[in-house]
Nanobody
Framework: VQLQASGGGWVQAGDSLRLACEAS????????MAWFRQAPGKEREFVAA????????LSPGSVKGRFTMSRDVARNTGYLQMNTLKPEDTAVYYCAGGELISYYADAYTMWGQGTQVTVSS
């Protein structure tokens, strides 16, 4: 299965953006999908994840209430809805897939290419 992330761009603080991660080459059933982000000079950071079969989301406190992850099983696509964006959200956002939902990048074996999100103040 390959993952293709899209939807990044340049926005102003307070704006919203929706990222998409399409899984191709096979069904994503039985996996979990996650989003991570990496800002320049910083380590990769967990953003959100979702269990594909149940749609149960997982988000850390830093983005909870602003970012929401969902999925469209028929389209084999996961989404990250980002609201009230802040300059500190600027990063390359990566989608990932793995057998278990987790906060940790090492748990995911499939990675998309990343999409840049830039938030100006």
């Amino acid at each position: 299965v390959q993952l293709q992330a899209s939807g990044g761009g340049w926005v102003q603080a307070g704006d919203s953006l929706r990222l998409a991660c399409e899984a191709s080459g096979g069904t994503f059933s039985g996996y979990a999908m996650a989003w991570f982000r990496q800002a320049p000079g910083k380590e990769r950071e967990f953003v959100a994840a979702i269990t594909w079969s149940t749609g149960t989301p997982l988000s850390p406190g830093s983005v909870k209430g602003r970012f929401t992850m969902s999925r469209d099983v028929a389209r084999n696509t996961g989404y990250l809805q980002m609201n009230t964006l802040k300059p500190e959200d600027t990063a390359v956002y990566y989608c990932a897939g793995g057998e278990l939902i987790s906060y940790y990048a090492d748990a995911y074996t499939m990675w998309g290419q990343g999409t840049q999100v830039t938030v100006s103040s």
